[in-house]
């Protein structure tokens, strides 16, 4: 089988592959003291985030062309663990992608984001909750992003938005962050044992899913701005 075209812009979804996501909920200028902030729920999964910046930045950190972004994952007990500190690096990666950080340069751009409820899919909900915040700071950005977790169980099934139980009954575990413009893969975060079809399966569904979350995005934004009217 020859490989996909570089200029399609997604993948084909395996026709026995069902594309379901739990019931999403979000709210934007929740808290006072923040520049941006937004809560987010994937059926029991719940985040807090928050957005503060344009600021002063230490000399130490400071970027001469461009903002230093700090992400920070505060768990719902506890202190930060290796797991927070390798999500924190793929939300970074995810968000300095989209942001125009050139617009803010020599100065820091940081964003809280408090796990209140973990129900499985706790990477994809950061990454969401993540870009409400940043919209909600109106910060410039080249495009929206969303996360989409995948999980791939005994029966080789695709489960999209998975629980914690689908989570620890999986074989596999990936979670994309899918750009808004062309359904582009921007990071990727894997565990577990699984093929290259898989993969292939799994990024299919996501950017799929994705259409579904950016549809709930504009219809929350919608909403909010039409109550302010």
Known sequence: MSPPSPRSRSMEVCARTNVTLREFGCEQTLLSRPDGSASFV?????????????????????????????????????????RERSQEQCVRETCE????????PRSSLTLILQLIHDDGSRLSCFLNAAC?????????????????TCAINADSEIITDPTAAQE??????MTFAID???????????????????????????????????Q???????????KNL
Do not use: W
Not at 216 to 226: G, I, K, L, P, Q
């Open 168 to 173: 620890k009954e999986s074989r596999a575990l």
């Open 97 to 104: 992608a989209s942001l125009l950080l050139t617009l803010h």
């Open 216 to 226: 709930f995005y504009r219809d929350s934004v919608r909403r909010r701005y039409s």
């Open 42 to 82: 994937q059926g029991d999964t719940s985040v807090m985030a928050a957005v503060y910046g344009p600021a002063e930045v230490k000399v130490s950190k400071e970027i001469y062309d461009r903002a230093t972004l700090e992400v920070l994952i505060q768990p719902k007990v506890g202190l930060p663990s290796v």
């Open 132 to 148: 409400m915040a940043l919209m909600d700071a109106g910060l410039p950005m080249n495009c929206l992003f969303c996360g989409v």
């Open 180 to 214: 808004s413009k062309e359904q582009r893969v921007m990071m990727s975060y894997t565990t577990g044992s699984f093929s290259v079809h898989e993969l292939q399966q799994c990024i299919a569904v996501s950017q799929k899913a994705s259409e579904n979350i950016f």
